[in-house]
Every structure is written in structure tokens, then in C-alpha cells.
């Protein structure tokens, strides 16, 4: 007895196209809508100072002094996750983790996930 799944080409055919479109898709938000999230983030950090130092790609673990951070990644296509916080003294800080939803060009917020304030 055989167990066989058999697939017509053009149902193969069409999962390939879905699954390129999907990963182009997801390039494009990586590549376009990831910047721009993070610029509409960062422009809602209204205490952040330019003497600031920005550490978003920093990893150290003791940092120093009023810092920022704003880190983005593309979660799937046209969503967009947006990481930020920034510190200037003990116990004074503000940050959080925000959902955005990119639609070539436009950045809406869709969520908040969480908001700290120190």
C-alpha cells in the first residue's frame, strides 16, 4: 500500500510564487519600512537631547551618561517592531516596545506593548 501526496505543478508552481512574494515582501519592509519606522520613533522621543549618546547598536553592558536607544526589526511583512528607551540619570528613564504597521511610505502605530518610566 502507498501513501502518497501528489501535487499538480501548477499548485507547486503557485506555493512557490506565494512563498517568493511573501520573502520580497518581508526584504522590502526590512529594507525600506525598518528605517522609517525607526526615524517616526525616534522623532517621538521628544526628551532625547543631541549630546546624547546613541547606543541602539551598542552591546556593553554599563553605559555611562544620557543615553538613547531605538532598535528596529521586521517581524513579518509591513510589521514592524520598534524597541526604545532612553536614561539620563538614576531613575530617570523612558522607554518601551511599540508595534508599527508600514504600508509602503506611511508608518501607523498598531500597538504598544509595554511603556516603562523610571
Not at 7 to 28: D, E, F, H, P, Q
Not at 77 to 84: D, G, S, T
Request: charged share 15%; proline share 3%.
Amino acid at each position: 500500500m502507498k501513501f502518497g501526496l501528489k501535487y499538480s505543478k501548477s499548485w507547486v508552481r503557485g506555493l512557490a510564487v506565494l512563498v517568493i512574494l511573501y520573502t520580497l515582501l518581508w526584504y522590502a519592509t526590512n529594507l525600506v519600512g525598518v528605517p522609517k519606522a525607526r526615524t517616526v520613533a525616534l522623532s517621538q522621543m521628544t526628551n532625547v537631547k543631541s549630546t546624547w549618546r546613541d547606543i541602539s547598536a551598542d552591546l556593553a553592558t554599563s553605559v555611562k551618561g544620557p543615553y538613547y536607544f531605538c532598535r528596529a526589526t521586521a517581524l513579518a511583512p509591513f510589521l514592524i517592531r520598534v524597541e526604545y528607551g532612553w536614561e539620563e540619570g538614576n531613575l530617570y528613564g523612558d522607554g518601551g516596545s511599540v508595534l508599527y504597521l508600514w504600508i509602503f511610505g506611511a508608518v501607523f502605530q498598531a500597538h504598544e506593548y509595554a511603556h516603562w518610566t523610571a
